[in-house]
């Protein structure tokens, strides 16, 4: 299922360049204010994860975090839904390569190419989806590359490596101002910019829902409801 989403998605949600619709410009730029952290058995908890994978991942979201403001539960918690979906439960750092019918038009010649700026034989694979939300395509490795202060052109494999599988969703986020959508508890709207429609929907509702019960504890009245 996760060969070729990317192109299946119309581009729409791992294309850095432009704001969502109906989400206000953040100007692709990660800010430094720092956010609020997780441990991996919170984090296990949120995202329905066996608390081994929770640990090996944990401290780049922690990092993501502190670049995007992760400042709340319900930001956290829209994160966990959104990469959590994407990744199969923060298994894949990287898209499945077939290549299946979709992942040929990666190659130059197409147009798909040409909007992923894959100009060499090889490309496609070469550059090819890895991270939290899958970057994809030499353009987009480069913006990577040029925001984030690492050569993903030269060393593509990093990507999927932390601290930049997390901190690449980050930039993504960012770009797209997706905390804007957190602050409303909207997983739909979210979802739409990160999908580019609402496949898996129900899913990432469910997947909400489980991070905001473990994120936010129930209180004293509810306790004793």
Same mark, same amino acid.
């Given at each position: ?7 299946? %998605?119309?581009?729409?949600?791992? @294309? ?14 990660l ?12 984090? /296990? ?9 929770? +640990?090996?991942?944990?401290d780049? @979201? ?13 930001r956290w ?20 390569? $077939? ?5 040929l038009?990666?190659?130059? $010649? ?11 034989a ?19 490795? /480069?913006?990577?590359? /040029? ?9 593509? +494999? ?12 980050? @930039?993504?986020?960012? +770009?797209?101002?997706l %905390?804007?959508?957190? +602050? ?13 429609g @609402? ?27």
């Open positions: 299922a996760l060969a070729g989403r990317a192109a299946a %998605a119309g581009l729409a949600w791992w @294309l850095f360049s432009g704001a969502a619709s109906g989400a206000p410009d953040a100007g692709g730029a800010p430094e204010d720092g956010g609020m952290h997780l441990d991996a058995a919170t984090l /296990a908890r949120a995202a329905d994860i066996p608390l081994a994978r929770a +640990d090996s991942v944990i780049g @979201l922690n990092a993501m975090a502190d670049a995007c403001e992760l400042n709340s539960p319900q918690a829209m994160v966990v839904a959104q990469l959590g979906h994407e990744s199969g439960s923060f298994r894949y750092r990287s898209e499945v390569w $077939g290549p299946t019918a979709p992942q038009r990666y190659e130059p $010649g197409s147009s798909l190419a040409r909007t992923l700026g894959n100009t060499d090889g490309d496609g694979h070469t550059y090819r989806g890895r991270g939290w939300i899958e970057t994809t395509g030499r353009a987009n490795y /480069a913006r990577a590359s /040029a925001a984030l202060g690492h050569d993903f052109i030269g060393s593509p +494999d990093d990507l999927a490596q932390d601290p930049w599988c997390a901190l690449s969703a980050g @930039l993504f986020w960012t +770009d797209h101002n %905390a804007a959508f957190s +602050d409303l508890g909207d997983v739909d709207a979210c979802t739409r910019v990160v999908n580019g @609402l496949n898996g929907a129900q899913d990432r509702r469910d997947r909400y829902a489980t991070a905001m019960a473990a994120l936010v504890p129930p209180t004293a009245m509810e306790i004793s409801a």
